[in-house]
């Protein structure tokens, strides 16, 4: 299958310094579809005299809903690969082939761009890998595949990728969902190196910290329905220790020289021993109740 009908998925919001660039880059790849999220400046018309297709969400309705417009619009007029680039210019549209040729080779459904594959990542300020690290860990754990660059926006679907897919997230979360989501149907998902440039203009619209305690939300709360023993058993460790350190706490002047228990430190400890049994069960029980939910699928 060497030619497949390609499109090139742009979600875009506020992106008139750069879209231009992209957009004339990509359209060596495949048809190219801007999908402008509502922006306030010139991004559709530059996007459109640049040769885009450009659908228009009329207020912005964040990354995640633009990119399902983007997904909807390639199933409807019959595309076999999507391809997905930012707006913004980090990624080279030169690299698109590099994610292409695994879908070509019918090696994989979903291909990822990462720029953690060449050593590239060293220019990537230690705060934001270090959230990195903990997306792509939490990720991880709930899809159970190794992804070493989670929160790429630079990705390839094939056909049967777009059509498994019912994505739910409005906003970034997106990256995440649709890992899980596909490694769940047992979908095969590979990384290619990629390069990201980080001397963009607007490289980053979000503030790092909101959106990484965002994503992180949605993600745990992912790993709360797929793996609830794991998550609850965390969390009850977590009640656990701050038990035993309260308690600690409260008896040190009994052992140190025997003078009275500390009580506010003591109920504290009680109080999260409780917590942490009580974690515990919840875990157990939502545990048991996910298996006789995935049985139930399996025998229908
Ligand atoms: N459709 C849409 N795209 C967005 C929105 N926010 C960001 N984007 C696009 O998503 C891509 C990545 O966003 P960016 O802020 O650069 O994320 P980062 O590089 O991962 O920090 C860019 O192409 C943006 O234009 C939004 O609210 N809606
Ligand atoms: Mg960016």
């Known amino acids: 299958m060497i030619n497949m009908k390609t499109i090139i998925v742009i979600p875009a919001y506020n992106e008139e310094l750069t879209i231009g660039s992209v957009v004339t880059l990509a359209k060596k790849y495949g048809d190219v579809l801007v999908v402008d999220d509502g922006s306030s400046d010139r991004t559709s018309e530059i ?7 450009v659908v228009k969400h009329e207020v912005n309705k964040g990354k995640g809903k633009a990119l399902k417009t983007g997904f909807n619009y390639a199933l409807a007029n019959d595309y076999d690969v999507v391809v997905c680039i930012d707006a913004d210019g980090q990624h080279n549209p030169d ?3 590099l994610l292409l040729e695994p879908i070509l080779e019918d090696k994989a459904d ?7 594959l060449n050593g590239a990542h060293k220019n990537i300020p230690l705060y934001r890998r270090l959230g990195l690290w903990v997306l792509n860990t939490t990720t991880v754990l709930a899809s159970g595949i190794r992804i070493t ?13 777009l059509e498994s897919l019912d994505l739910s997230s409005t906003g970034y979360n997106v990256e995440s969902e649709m890992i899980a989501q596909l490694s769940e149907k047992g979908l095969r998902i590979t990384e290619v190196p990629i390069n990201v440039r980080y001397d963009v203009p607007n490289k980053h619209k ?3 910290f909101s959106h990484g305690m965002g994503v992180l939300a949605k993600v745990v709360g992912l790993i709360g329905y797929r793996r609830p023993l794991l998550l609850f058993s965390v969390l009850s460790l977590l009640s656990f220790i701050t038990s035993g350190i309260l308690a600690y706490w409260a008896l040190e002047p009994y ?8 009580l506010t430190q003591a109920i504290g400890a009680g109080i999260f021993a409780i917590i942490g049994i009580q974690l515990f069960i919840a875990g157990l029980t939502l545990n048991a109740l996910a298996q ?9």
């Open 292 to 300: 006789m939910v995935r049985r139930g699928k399996d025998e229908l």
């Open 255 to 262: 052992y140190t020289y025997g003078g009275k228990v500390y």
């Open 149 to 161: 660059d989670s929160q790429s926006g630079f990705r390839a679907l094939n056909k049967k990728a």
């Open 110 to 116: 979903l291909v990822i761009g990462s720029r953690y």
């Open 95 to 97: 690299e698109i082939p």
């Open 206 to 208: 979000k503030n790092p």
């Open 47 to 53: 996007a459109e005299s640049s040769g885009a297709i």
